[in-house]
């Protein structure tokens, strides 16, 4: 299906949606996916997507929505990435909160983060917080989302667990935590901390957003932890096959790609700015 020919946007800033992006050129029967969650981009224009299907959790393409290879079949419930860049080389961030569907003996299947390279070769994991005395017995660890400091600090967002903002530093060692139920600040408190992000845009005080979904809220703390103000964010809508929008980045021409959860196995579609 080609490109849209009436664009989406205001303020002068409009994009045609190419809704057959990210299957045109592939082979569904070989890369199948179910729920496509997050996208990043790397320094030379390719898209990293990760799913939740395990014949192929991670799709990379180029920005004309041709594979470049695929990796990983170890993390069913695949959900989040982030990228980032130590001494001039780039790394993955995966998250993986668990199969939802497996349960034993009452128990979720827990998560984990996992740095890896650019092909998927992991390089250190960050496991369940109760292995360092943060969580207690029983408490559920299920991260969906994580996020790159400047500096290499990493924050992780226990989205389908305990709702909490773990801080490590670059090397996976642990800092601190907040925003979860037990955060002394009650507006603080997450009520399902769903994604992680930097806001970078004043580069001498970047800024922690973080989702409270249950509240329909943005909520944004310093990098320390600390609540600073409130946002809303509103709903999309299914006119351009849109259904529940879940992750998008942007490349280095200033075109979007967005990847959808619960979509009827919808690839990632493209939005290219006129």
Known sequence: MPPSTNPVGHNGVTFDVDIAWGERHLDPTKTPVKNCHEMVVDRDNQIYLIGDHTANNVLVYDTDGK???????????????????????????????????????????????????????????????????????????????????????????DGYGSNNILHYDQHGRFIRMFGGPTDPNPAARLLNAHGVCLDTRNPAEPVLVCTS????????????????????????????????????????????????????????????RR
């Open 67 to 157: 594979l470049v290879r695929t990796f990983g079949t170890e993390y069913p419930g695949g959900h989040g990435i982030d990228i980032a860049t130590e001494n001039g080389e780039q790394f993955l961030f995966l998250v993986d909160p668990g199969d939802t569907g497996r349960t034993a003996n009452g128990y979720r299947e827990s998560g984990r983060v996992v740095k890896t390279t650019l092909y998927g070769e992991v390089i250190f994991t960050i496991g369940h917080p109760l292995t360092i005395g943060v969580y207690e017995p029983g408490q559920e660890y299920r991260p969906t989302e994580v996020a790159i400091a400047p500096n290499g600090d990493i924050y992780v967002a």
């Open 213 to 272: 979904r249950t509240d329909n809220q943005f909520k944004t703390f310093s990098l320390d932890g600390q609540l600073t103000p409130l946002s809303q964010q509103p709903g999309v809508t299914e006119a351009f096959h849109i259904y529940h929008g879940h992750g998008v980045c942007i490349d280095q021409d200033g075109d979007l790609y967005l990847a959808q959860w619960n979509a009827h196995q919808t690839y990632p579609l493209k939005l290219t």
